[in-house]
């Protein structure tokens, strides 16, 4: 059973093995479960959490019904990993990331705002470009993207590298998603939400849409790799470039990838 007040719904312990819950911006972990039954999910991912953070997070899983459930480590700004790529140090860096998925029990790599975290942390500012050195560890976004990237094949992770990308809702921003996938060199990569980081315009200006301008770079680069969809993926995307959500959201689903 179950009855809405307020806007929200409370779900009422009508079997053996149901609980009640509340909604709204906070919902309890019964209710996460069961609304994400009813609308087909079978699994769900929290898609950054802390690596001091994951104990909690599993004692939430391990009370959340009917869903499986897992989670992304964050690393992008992990000052241990930061040193690892000022010092070339590639293996010890693959087994710290080993070390730290095991140790959180995550599932996959995170990457948010790859090193403008660590200069927020310290100075307050941001970074600007993937090319901007992030002060102290004498490293870029850059290279913390195509290192993390790699680390995630070299270990056959079962999800690759999952990018929130730097500048993310700042007219202007759809160069730095450009310059990340390139920088990628058919690296397999998720980069999320990427309709927030297709802004055109100046900075601090008016939003535009430019997503047709990295489909088009998609679109080559799925050719260039031998993908027989080329023509499907166009026209599709082509028809949609004008809603940036919609095309994306598309976009955002390709992989970019050496391999199919």
């Given at each position: 059973?179950?009855?809405?007040?307020?806007?929200y719904?409370?779900?009422?312990?009508?079997?053996?093995?149901?609980?009640?819950?509340?909604?709204?911006?906070n919902?309890?972990?019964?209710?996460?479960?069961?609304?994400?039954?009813r609308l087909?999910?079978?699994?769900?991912?929290?898609?950054?959490?802390a690596?001091?953070?994951?104990?909690?997070?599993?004692?939430?899983?391990?009370?959340?019904?009917v869903?499986?459930?897992?989670?992304f480590?964050?690393?992008g700004?992990?000052?241990?990993?930061?040193r690892?790529?000022?010092a070339g140090e590639a293996e010890?860096?693959?087994?710290?990331?080993?070390?730290?998925?095991?140790?959180?029990?995550?599932?996959?790599?995170?990457?948010?705002?790859?090193?403008?975290?660590?200069?927020?942390?310290?100075?307050?500012?941001?970074?600007?470009?993937?090319?901007?050195?992030?002060?102290?560890?004498?490293?870029?976004?850059?290279?913390?993207?195509?290192?993390?990237a790699?680390?995630?094949?070299?270990?056959?992770?079962?999800?690759?590298v999952?990018?929130?990308?730097?500048?993310?809702?700042?007219?202007?921003n759809?160069?730095?998603?450009?310059?990340?996938m390139?920088?990628?060199?058919?690296?397999?990569?998720?980069?999320?939400?990427?309709?927030f980081?297709?802004?055109?315009?100046?900075?601090?200006?008016r939003?535009?849409?430019?997503?047709?301008?990295?489909?088009?770079?998609?679109?080559?680069?799925?050719?260039?790799?031998g993908?027989?969809?080329?023509?499907?993926?166009?026209?599709?995307?082509?028809?949609?470039?004008d809603?940036?959500?919609?095309?994306?959201?598309?976009?955002?689903?390709?992989?970019?990838?050496?391999?199919?």
């Open positions: 059973m179950r009855w809405y007040y307020g806007g719904f409370f779900l009422c312990c009508n079997a053996l093995h149901t609980r009640s819950g509340v909604m709204g911006s919902p309890s972990t019964f209710a996460t479960g069961y609304s994400y039954a087909g999910y079978t699994t769900a991912f929290d898609a950054a959490v690596p001091l953070g994951a104990r909690h997070a599993h004692e939430e899983f391990h009370d959340t019904p869903i499986d459930k897992g989670f480590v964050l690393m700004n992990n000052e241990f990993i930061l690892c790529l000022k010890k860096l693959r087994h710290f990331a080993a070390w730290l998925l095991g140790a959180a029990k995550g599932y996959a790599i995170k990457l948010v705002n790859p090193g403008g975290v660590e200069v927020w942390k310290g100075t307050g500012r941001n970074v600007a470009r993937i090319d901007d050195v992030v002060e102290d560890f004498g490293v870029t976004p850059r290279q913390i993207i195509v290192g993390l790699q680390v995630a094949m070299d270990l056959g992770l079962p999800h690759p999952h990018i929130h990308a730097n500048n993310l809702g700042l007219a202007g759809w160069e730095t998603t450009l310059e990340t390139k920088a990628l060199e058919g690296r397999r990569a998720h980069l999320t939400h990427v309709q980081h297709s802004y055109g315009g100046e900075p601090g200006g939003l535009s849409s430019r997503v047709a301008d990295l489909v088009e770079y998609v679109v080559a680069l799925l050719t260039a790799l993908w027989t969809s080329r023509p499907r993926s166009r026209s599709v995307l082509a028809v949609s470039a809603r940036s959500t919609f095309s994306a959201s598309t976009l955002a689903r390709v992989r970019c990838s050496s391999s199919r």
